[in-house]
T-cell receptor, first 113, second 115 residues
Framework: KQEVTQIPAALSVPEGENLVLNCSFT??????LQWFRQDPGKGLTSLLL?????REQTSGRLNASLDKSSGRSTLYIAASQPGDSATYLC????????????FGQGTELSVKP | GAGVSQSPRYKVAKRGQDVALRCDPI?????LFWYQQALGQGPEFLTY????????KSGLPSDRFFAERPEGSVSTLKIQRTQQEDSAVYLC?????????????FGPGTRLTVT
């Protein structure tokens, strides 16, 4: 059974710092891995999607990497800003289970001005 | 449509009442998913439709939960005889799956509070 874990559960950093959020999964037979942002009381906003054949994806100040052999993905945020404060969720797509996503519990990020 | 929409955004139900939650997916998306998110947790899969066919309902927590998508577009999640443990945010997502790239797009969610 696929399990997805995110560490740390919460993170507080001063503005301007570069930071890394970690995501690990137990079954390497994933099709892709998706990173989401969730603001309080809101739905999920897709940030980056990495196909299993890819090793990383970049969008602006965000960079996500995927290492299937070690069961890990990281989300790197450069030059953090207070507006980056939110909960970040990673999710693995299990292809042979109808494309459903298995989510981690999230990392709650707070960027202090 | 421009995105996935859900209604109502908030629902308060007395214990024992029935509720119906609606999801309008992105136009043309074949697949539709329902997830349940408890406070402070990541979303958990409930059920999955491909067009009008419900292909996976393994995540539905009890037989009080029922979902349908009769015309392969709008979907309704119904909860009968609500209990306090049903209080959560219910998220709907749509995707082009099984067509690539399988990215799921989420609606704003319905926050259900059972009193």
């Amino acid at each position: 059974k696929q399990e997805v874990t995110q560490i740390p559960a919460a993170l507080s950093v001063p503005e301007g710092e570069n930071l890394v959020l970690n995501c690990s999964f137990t079954d390497s037979a994933i099709y892709n891995l998706q990173w989401f942002r969730q603001d309080p009381g809101k739905g999920l906003t897709s940030l980056l999607l990495i196909q299993s054949s890819q090793r990383e994806q970049t969008s602006g100040r965000l960079n996500a990497s995927l290492d299937k052999s070690s069961g890990r993905s990281t989300l790197y945020i450069a030059a953090s800003q207070p507006g980056d404060s939110a909960t970040y969720l990673c999710a693995a797509l299990i292809y042979n289970q109808g494309g459903k996503l298995i989510f981690g519990q999230g990392t709650e990020l707070s960027v202090k001005p | 449509g421009a995105g996935v929409s859900q209604s109502p955004r908030y629902k308060v139900a007395k214990r024992g009442q029935d509720v119906a939650l609606r999801c309008d997916p992105i136009s043309g998306h074949v697949s539709l998913f329902w997830y349940q998110q408890a406070l402070g947790q990541g979303p958990e899969f409930l059920t999955y439709f491909q067009n009008e066919a419900q292909l996976d309902k393994s995540g539905l927590p009890s037989d009080r939960f029922f979902a349908e998508r009769p015309e392969g577009s709008v979907s309704t999640l119904k909860i009968q005889r609500t209990q306090q443990e049903d209080s959560a945010v219910y998220l709907c997502a749509s995707s082009s799956f099984p067509g690539a790239p399988y990215e799921q797009y989420f609606g704003p969610g319905t926050r259900l509070t059972v009193t």
